[in-house]
Nanobody
Framework: EVQLQASGGGLVQAGESLRLACVASGITFDDYVIGWFRQAPGKERKGVSCVSRADGDTYYDDSVKGRFTISSDNAKNTVYLQMNSLNVDDTAVYYC????????????????????WGQGTQVTVSS
């Protein structure tokens, strides 16, 4: 059974940084993808970034490109999301998910098949 544990959320002021961590266990397939999603109040969950375990490919949604960095420590089965220059629009519950990358497609949230989710961690950015 795949289990994901997200942590690192908190309350920060606009312009500050946070680093989220997602520890994964029970993943038995090789070419899996770990992604970060967020859901603001009253809005649908949206993917913001993902990383391929096999080749380290990364993807970023336009809303976070240049501010967020995803990285993985395979020895620790942990994926990090470094979030810099946070603004109030980044306020949301952040979730990590695990899935499989579709073959022969550029890595993205949409081109991966998501099958497992961790609990969320709240990120609140005040102005």
């Amino acid at each position: 059974e795949v289990q994901l544990q997200a942590s690192g959320g908190g309350l920060v002021q606009a312009g500050e940084s946070l680093r989220l961590a997602c520890v994964a266990s029970g993943i038995t397939f090789d070419d899996y993808v770990i992604g970060w999603f967020r859901q603001a109040p009253g809005k649908e969950r949206k993917g913001v970034s993902c990383v391929s375990r096999a080749d380290g490919d990364t993807y970023y949604d336009d809303s976070v490109k240049g501010r967020f960095t995803i990285s993985s420590d395979n020895a620790k089965n942990t994926v990090y999301l470094q979030m810099n220059s946070l603004n109030v629009d980044d306020t949301a519950v952040y979730y990590c998910g695990a899935g499989v990358r579709q073959p022969f497609k550029t890595l993205s949230i949409a081109t991966s098949r998501w099958s497992a989710w961790g609990q969320g961690t709240q990120v609140t950015v005040s102005s």
